[in-house]
């Protein structure tokens, strides 16, 4: 939960028993106080939820290894964005932007190879996509190292959520059909 809505529930709080102790709990107000943060509690809740990645079936290849890629990079992405939205500390961050950006590079290794295997016509540009996205995710990682947390990881995240499903539904569906007319599955 971010800083300022932590702040206002505990300022509504601190106004409910506030009132409490003055007016009573017979009294309307103080239960107002209670009533917006609980309020303020699921809207947080809700908005946290709905920037989490989900799998949806339209973003199957139709070939199970890299299908099974994809869910788990959307998998990865959403454990480095907990590490981020609930500020578990740098070591835990590190790790879980360490654990996506390794496997990002096997799942690129293993769509390059059945790519050059099969001589998709669109391969290199396929492949400088790859490497354009690992270098930008190590410049927003540099700029963390440097400059500190908050803005270049919540950058991060949401770049990489963009860059993942942008390509997983675009780019990587153009070579779908032409490897599986391949017969790869
Ligand atoms: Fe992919
Ligand atoms: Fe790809």
């Known amino acids: 939960m971010m800083i300022l809505t932590t ?3 505990g300022a509504l709080l601190v106004g409910a028993l506030i009132t409490f102790i003055v007016l009573g709990f017979a009294h309307f107000v103080p239960w107002l106080f209670v009533l917006a943060a609980i309020v303020v509690v ?4 809700s908005r946290e939820k709905s920037h989490f990645l ?3 079936d339209e973003y199957s290849v139709g070939i199970e290894a890299i299908d099974k890629d994809h869910r788990k ?3 990865l992405i959403n454990q480095f964005q907990t590490a981020v939205l609930y500020r578990t500390g740098k070591e835990f961050e590190q ?3 360490d654990a996506l950006v390794d496997y990002t590079r096997t799942h690129f290794r293993s769509e390059e190879d ?3 295997e099969h001589g998709y016509p669109d391969f290199e540009a396929h492949r ?3 490497r354009k996205m690992i270098a930008q995710v190590e410049a927003c990682m540099a700029q963390y190292m440097t400059k500190g947390r908050d803005v270049p990881l919540r950058k991060a995240v949401e770049f990489l959520q963009d860059w993942l499903i942008n390509h997983i539904n675009g780019t990587d569906q153009e070579y ?3 490897l599986r007319s391949k017969g790869v599955r």
């Open 7 to 9: 702040l206002l529930i």
């Open 73 to 75: 990079l959307v998998n």
């Open 176 to 178: 779908s059909e032409f």
């Open 54 to 56: 989900e799998w949806k």
């Open 95 to 97: 790790e879980a932007f």
């Open 42 to 45: 699921i809207w947080a809740k």
């Open 114 to 116: 059945l790519m050059e």
């Open 128 to 130: 400088k996509q790859h």
